[in-house]
């Protein structure tokens, strides 16, 4: 029996598409590399705990990153995949200054790195930085909200503008909080087709703070 004649457009669509996602891919592999060797030059210098934490959490996304398991399915939008990369970037801006509440704001951090690397063991090898299925998680964090790791990247901001509460850095929060919410909705617009997904969200009825959103 003969194959059926090949679409070329398709064809070229789908090579398109592979050639931008393998581009993203190595971007963001090249910035958890440069975001955990800044990370270690941090420790070495401050010998902090904190430092010793978001050395940790980098780490732990690195690794993820690279040991997460081939997508189901995954998002063919552009946009989402640069809306992944702006959440991750945007609090680089974050600059000190300003006369802040240093042991709030460093408790806050501490609490959100704990909230991060609490999420993604939770979260393992389904780990993803745009919209994909690579298996649905509902044990640890995933228990209590929909996406921890989003609510403690946020708390975890939230102590740094404590510490450091300029203008600049008030407006960076509250970017990263509007573009959290947007990629939380996108991620479960795109998960909403499996219904092993649309089970879980039945189950677990908050996105970031139980019993509020």
Excluded at 41 to 47: D, I, R, V, Y
Excluded at 111 to 126: K, Q
Aim: glycine share 10%; aromatic share 8%.
């Amino acid at each position: 029996m003969s194959r059926p004649p090949r679409n070329p457009g398709a064809l070229r669509a789908a090579r398109t598409e592979a050639s931008w996602k393998t581009g993203f891919n190595i971007v963001f592999l090249a910035l958890f590399m440069l975001m955990s060797m800044s990370a270690w030059q941090n420790l070495l210098t401050t010998g902090s705990l904190r430092s010793l934490s978001v050395l940790a959490v980098n780490l732990l996304f690195l690794g993820l990153f690279l040991a997460r398991r081939p997508a189901q399915t995954e998002t063919s939008s552009v946009g989402l995949w640069v809306l992944g990369m702006i959440t991750m970037l945007l609090p680089l801006l974050l600059r000190p200054g300003g006369q802040g509440w240093n042991e709030l704001g460093t408790a806050l951090q501490l609490l959100g790195l704990a909230g991060i690397a609490g999420g993604l063991l939770s979260l393992r090898r389904s780990f993803a930085v745009a919209p994909a299925n690579r298996g649905v998680r509902d044990t640890g964090m995933y228990r209590l909200v929909r996406h921890p790791i989003y609510l403690s990247e946020l708390l975890l901001l939230l102590g740094v503008v404590l510490a450091n509460p300029t203008l600049g850095n008030l407006l960076i929060l509250l970017c990263e909080c509007g573009l959290q919410l947007a990629r939380a909705s996108a991620e479960e617009q795109f998960l909403s087709s499996d219904p092993v997904y649309r089970a879980y969200r039945e189950r677990v009825r908050y996105r970031l703070i139980p019993g509020i959103i």
